[in-house]
């Protein structure tokens, strides 16, 4: 091969999220851009993400972006006015991706494949004709004279710039094996220590792991230490084998990584969050009063499962086949505080393996939020997963990934 397919203007490393935007914008500048990616085919993170549907972003503004990331959502500013959510929305409808908002918040592509919203950014790479060089690992990054020398197994490949766009170690099965975190730190950069984010949580409490397969479509879940409430949030929830997963349940579970003693953590659920307490006891008195000789399971309120009520029952004190008649004041309480305040011991989470994203990473202050250049390392780039920004479920992290992303190839 000839020298000069060797020699780039930009060499963007990691075909995901970040990465096929990255090297979309520089190579509508008219930059050489060569995308290079490990896996044998690129975007295989965003083929898995939201159950294989892809939720591109949420149904908000800019500022509402920043406010979901709290304190470290002051960095995506810049980044958010290259590339704001209207414009995500439009760059994919522009590609013939239409999407729709579901009641959550969450913008999917309308089909519900991510494959379409992979074909969109891809068929925008050819037509631009940025070559993208697969199955072709980053082996080393080395400072050569000013330039950057990329080792491969095939090739040395020589770059003005660099855009490092390899992800965190979340769902390693999709090539994110934290590559990147290597390559910085050996350039210079520091490291917030890596800590799954978005995953379930582990419990051994026997009677969760019994509801295995049941979804509780709305439930408020908080995470406790002692009687102090760390977070609390409300969605869908789903019992598992190992204990808990689905919206409500990854998006509480930060706190639990981030936690010195997990195990010393506590989940409390409100399985009927619509109800106060108050109305709660009153439904069920009444129903308990029109009609005494039915089974005090059959008059609760109808969007807590059967198999949900036998451990209430349990928790509460009560017999599982007592009847409704009699019910006492304090029966009432037990039972409401059952449904409404249950707590289970938490025993840890799944791990990398089954995090939707990863906490840690590139300190932001030791990158230029204006432009997502280094501040170490002149014409290195760093844009999505590798930086130290994780956000909520719901979009948030795609889109942040899509405008770092975004404006990593308008500055490099």
């Known amino acids: 091969m000839d020298v000069a397919d060797n020699t780039w203007d930009v060499v963007v490393i990691g075909a995901g999220a970040a990465g096929l935007m990255a090297a979309i914008r520089a190579g509508e500048r008219g930059r050489r851009v060569l995308l290079l990616e490990k896996n044998r085919r690129a975007g295989v993170k965003i083929l898995m993400s939201g159950g ?24 995506l500013y810049s980044a958010l006015a290259a590339f704001s959510v209207e414009r995500t929305l439009q760059f994919f409808h ?3 991706v239409a999407t729709k908002i579901e009641e959550s918040g969450k913008i999917f592509p309308v089909s519900n494949k991510a494959a379409d919203v992979l074909g969109a950014l891809l068929a925008r790479i ?10 072709e690992p980053v082996l080393d990054i080395q400072r050569v004279e000013g330039r950057f020398a990329i080792v491969t197994p095939l090739r040395t490949l020589v770059a003005e710039k660099v855009i490092l766009t390899t992800g965190g170690q979340s769902f390693p099965g999709s090539g994110t094996t934290g590559d990147g975190y290597r390559f910085v730190q050996a350039l210079g950069h520091s490291l917030i220590p890596l800590r799954p984010a978005l995953v379930p949580i582990t419990t051994h409490v026997l009677w ?3 509801l295995r397969g049941i979804t509780i479509p709305d439930t408020g879940v908080a995470i406790l230490e002692g009687e102090t409430r760390l977070i609390a949030r409300r969605g869908s929830m789903l019992f598992a084998h190992f204990g808990l997963t689905g919206p409500v349940i990854l998006d509480v579970s930060r706190v639990v990584t981030g936690h010195a003693r997990p195990a010393a953590l506590h989940l409390e659920f ?18 308990a009063l029109a009609d005494g000789k039915k089974l005090l399971a059959t008059i609760l309120p109808e969007p807590l499962p059967r198999r949900l009520i036998d451990p209430l029952f349990d928790a509460a004190g ?7 008649a009699g019910l006492t004041k304090d029966d009432r309480q037990r039972l409401v505080r059952a449904i409404k305040r249950s707590r ?3 025993s840890g989470t799944m791990g990398f393996g089954k995090a939707e994203v990863t906490a840690g990473g590139v300190p932001l202050s030791e990158v230029h939020s204006s432009d997502m250049m280094s ?20 979009g948030y992290n795609f889109q942040a990934a899509w405008s770092t992303g975004w404006l990593a190839g308008e500055s490099a």
């Open 318 to 324: 009560l017999p599982r086949d007592r009847k409704a």
């Open 344 to 346: 289970i011991a938490i």
């Open 270 to 287: 409100d399985f009927l969050p619509t109800m106060t307490d108050i109305k709660l006891e009153e439904t069920i008195r009444d129903a």
């Open 126 to 135: 050819e037509r631009i004709g940025v070559p993208l060089a697969l199955a």
């Open 94 to 96: 522009d590609e013939g």
């Open 375 to 394: 501040k170490l390392v002149p014409n290195l780039y760093l844009a999505g997963e590798v930086l130290d920004l994780d956000g909520p479920i719901g």
């Open 52 to 75: 294989t549907r892809c939720n591109i972003t949420h149904d908000t503004d800019n500022r509402g972006i920043v406010q979901a990331y709290g304190h470290p959502g002051k960095f």
């Open 208 to 210: 969760v792991t019994e």
